[in-house]
């Protein structure tokens, strides 16, 4: 449908709209016929487009995105991770799968840093033992987590579960509530920063002399025995634990802003490195774009940096603030999309399989 409007006749019809909005009149009334014959539709009529002039060209000679020589290859039986890694689409996330996996060992051959920003649905699908393998064998270099992570990391120490069931216990007033996670987990957090810790310095040696029945299984405490350091970042009002009386405002703000100085310290080391932000959707991506704002302000360079972003959807600030915003002109950034509980263990494979 196409329209013909003349300035006059919009600005006409404008004030006699206001007008009739006062008076109550109707807008027909206050207009001459000549302004509403204008804004009259002009209709098309049925005409069949003529295609006896449209210009064609050879497909050899186009240039296609897509190339037979990059399709999946048949996995072979008994080829094992690695070829089933090498069986994807050379294109695409499958390509991207690789290059990841490629930055990451070539992180670790020299010596560029490797540094996992874990959110808690990390932890509580149970990937720890998966992560504690990947330390062990030196594919982490320091760890960053938010408040909920370290408190199911905590919770399955002690007991060997964790994650309420959110609608069960919110209507008698029991979301929250256990204490051991209130009362010992502040208490580690209160103790460790007044002995100028950081929040996940702090927790991860407390746990260690605790030496809890399902230790074995913590992140944290793992990271305290094998000397990477664990650094927890804290919105405070959003974390079970600050509902507690044990709760303190100045160890939490204190031994968080302590744990993003450390932070900081982790990703000025990235020349040549590698930030994984697995899970975490607002918190971790915000305080890492910070954390490169303090690095590139003290002139140190970041060169060849590769992050990754891998969750099971594509969000805003993680694609920004970890993807493309910190690689523009330096290095990298990708994004795997897919659960934590399949992509996390299938990149580890990939890391592990020669």
């Given at each position: ?36 014959r204008?804004?009259?539709a002009?209709?098309?009529s ?27 290859k048949?996995?072979q039986?008994?080829s ?11 294109m ?5 799968f ?6 990451v ?14 959110g808690?649905?990390v ?6 033992p ?18 909920a ?8 120490a ?12 919110l209507?008698?007033?029991r ?11 502040n208490?580690?957090?209160n ?26 299984l913590?992140?944290?405490?793992a ?10 970042h ?5 974390d ?47 305080v890492?774009l ?8 003290r002139?140190?360079?970041l060169?060849g940096l ?10 805003y ?15 990298k ?22």
């Amino acid at each position: 449908m196409r329209w013909l409007f003349s300035e006059t006749a919009i600005s006409y019809q404008l004030s006699a709209l206001s007008y009739q909005l006062t008076a109550s009149r109707s807008p027909r009334s206050l207009i001459p016929d000549a302004h509403f014959r204008i804004l009259c539709a002009v209709p098309f009529s049925y005409d069949d487009f003529d295609l006896s002039g449209v210009a064609t060209y050879p497909l050899a000679s186009r240039k296609s995105k897509a190339h037979a020589s990059e399709f999946a290859k048949v996995y072979q039986p008994g080829s094992g991770v690695a070829g089933l890694v090498a069986s994807l689409p050379a294109m695409l996330a499958g390509e991207d799968f690789r290059a990841v996996v490629g930055a990451v060992r070539a992180a670790r051959a020299s010596s560029g840093g490797m540094l996992w920003g874990l959110g808690a649905h990390v932890i509580k699908t149970g990937l720890a033992p998966v992560l504690i393998d990947l330390m062990e064998r030196g594919f982490v270099s320091a760890i960053a987590m938010n408040g909920a992570g370290i408190i199911h990391d905590f919770e399955v120490a002690l007991s060997g579960a964790t994650s309420e069931e959110v609608e069960d216990a919110l209507g008698p007033g029991r979301f929250g509530m256990a204490e051991e996670t209130g009362t010992l987990l502040n208490a580690a957090i209160n103790q460790g920063v007044a002995a100028g810790k950081g929040i996940g310095q702090a927790v991860g040696e407390r746990l260690l002399e605790l030496s809890p029945r399902h230790g074995a299984l913590s992140l944290v405490a793992a990271a305290a025995r094998l000397g990477v350091p664990v650094t927890v970042h804290v919105a405070i009002g959003t974390d079970i634990i600050h509902m507690h009386p044990a709760a303190s405002g100045a160890a939490l703000g204190e031994g968080s802003l302590r744990d993003f100085r450390y932070f900081v310290s982790n990703v000025a080391r990235l020349r040549g490195g590698v930030y994984l932000n697995c899970g975490s959707a607002v918190l971790l991506p915000e305080v890492f774009l910070k954390a490169v704002a303090l690095v590139r302000n003290r002139g140190i360079s970041l060169d060849g940096l590769t992050t990754v972003n891998l969750d099971f959807m594509r969000l805003y600030r993680p694609l920004t603030n970890v993807v493309s915003r910190p690689t523009a002109g330096i290095g990298k950034g990708y994004s795997l999309v897919g659960h934590h509980e399949l992509m996390i263990p299938l990149l580890a494979a990939a890391l592990i399989e020669p």
